[in-house]
């Protein structure tokens, strides 16, 4: 039991940086970041380019300032593209430098992060992040209208069930693509989470509801069309 414990404190200690500034990421640690962390905010970047050079203090001033204020739910950080070839092209297909990108439980953001590079744009895009993206409902009436649009929605029985961590983290990963509702009762039988879409039969999700893996995969093919319009807003340029 005292080497797990070991294990892991040392395993933490690696992963969080000395000073709070944006940590390291290459191949090697990539995918432990990525699984570990609520919201990855990713800096790629090249040395030799001075929009690059110019970047870097204000993401480490970003990254202290978010460190401090959102302990273990936000890490900033840079990516050389210079070193790690494989991680910008073959898996985020960077073009150009610097592209910041994040990635929420895991999953990557659809569209890069094109605001003003500055530490309090940077810093208001992340906390935007961390906002609660489901709406909840106590009147038994706001759920049935619901049932006309578009939309995730969980009818639980408890507030501290291990399916509604579930469906609010499966919401963040897809703030972007479809709103999730949400309805308590403890007077229901059972949780059920249904997608309602105007245009077909509202459908139940039959999975393990406390199943990241598999809710996320059943929910995303719900709300990202597999041919979607391309417009200005959710267009990405490679």
Not at 12 to 30: C, F, G, K, M, Q
Not at 85 to 113: D, M, W
Request: net charge neutral.
């Amino acid at each position: 039991m005292y080497r797990v414990l070991l294990l892991i404190a040392v395993t933490w200690r690696l992963l969080t940086p000395a000073s709070a500034v944006a940590v390291n990421i290459d191949e090697h640690n990539y995918e432990t970041y990525r699984s570990t962390t609520p919201i990855l905010f990713l800096n790629f970047y090249a040395d030799w380019c001075r929009y690059s050079q110019a970047l870097k203090p204000i993401f480490d001033k970003t990254a202290e300032s978010l460190h401090n204020e959102h302990p273990g739910e936000v890490v900033l950080g840079r990516v050389n593209c210079e070193a790690s070839r494989v991680l910008c092209q073959s898996i985020f297909h960077i073009s150009k430098y610097p592209t910041l990108k994040l990635l929420r439980n895991g999953q990557s953001a659809k569209r890069e992060y094109r605001g003003q590079r500055s530490t309090t744009a940077l810093s208001d895009y992340v906390k935007g992040q961390l906002a609660d993206p489901v709406q909840e409902y106590t009147g038994g009436d706001a759920v049935g209208k619901l049932e006309v649009k578009k939309a995730v929605i969980g009818h639980f029985k408890s507030a501290d069930s291990g399916a509604i961590l579930v469906f609010r983290k499966v919401a963040i990963s897809l703030r972007d693509d479809c709103p999730f509702h949400l309805k308590l009762d403890e007077m229901r039988a059972d949780d059920r989470i249904v997608y309602s879409d105007p245009e077909g039969y509202p459908e139940d999700f039959v999975g393990n509801k406390e199943d990241f893996s598999e809710f996320y995969g059943w929910a995303r093919a719900k709300c990202v069309p597999v041919v979607r319009e391309i417009t200005f807003q959710n267009g990405e340029v490679r």
